[in-house]
């Protein structure tokens, strides 16, 4: 079965975001991700994963101004001097990296680069929107494919609230032989915990 992690950013908003690492661990997760932890001291992260035997599994590169509504600035070639900063920023956070973009395109750009440190994050509510076909990308693209994200469609909710199947699509994972970690990117319908009846029969397993 799939290792799932909680998002930090998304998950257990009713706490002050150093108060969900024991938030997470309490709710029988053994790793989280986050959007960004650019904000907060890495030393600090580093003891609350300590403390609370969790793994980081996943944070993004610097994005440029969130405010402003940029989410990535990768693509922009008069502003490469910024993005490489911003990797460099991120290695300090962290060892490894990966860039969303549509999975066809992606994958595309993965196989022409022809790299074996160039992976694909799968995010399973973004692709349903954008493409669906989850059964099969996931199959067709295991190997490039080593963390996913979740949430359900419409709404970014918690599995359970949408049209996704995903409890065939874990089973689906599993015949697969996927052994990466699924990360739970979504909004919780009302709080958090009450909202983690879905995964708690696999975090038990």
Known sequence: MPKFCANLTMLWNEVAFMDRFAAAAKAGFTGVEYLFPYEHDKDRLAAELKKHGLSQVLHNLPAGDWAKGERGIGCHPDRV????????????YATAGFFLSYSKQALDIITAVGSD??????DLYHAQVMEGDLARTIETSL??????QLADNPGRNEPGTGEINYPFLFAHMDRLGYSG?????????????????????????
């Not at 001097?81 to 300090?92: D, L, M, N, R």
């Not at 440190?117 to 799968?122: A, D, E, K, V």
């Not at 190997?143 to 996913?148: D, T």
Request: net charge positive; proline share 6%; charged share 20%.
């Open 81 to 92: 001097k910024e993005f490489q900063a911003g990797v460099a920023t991120a290695i300090e």
């Open 117 to 122: 440190n160039l992976f694909l994050q799968f």
């Open 143 to 148: 190997k490039l494919i080593p963390h996913m």
């Open 181 to 205: 970690w699924v990360g739970c990117e979504y909004k919780p319908k009302t709080t958090t915990d009450a909202g983690l009846g879905w995964v708690r029969p696999y975090l038990a397993r």
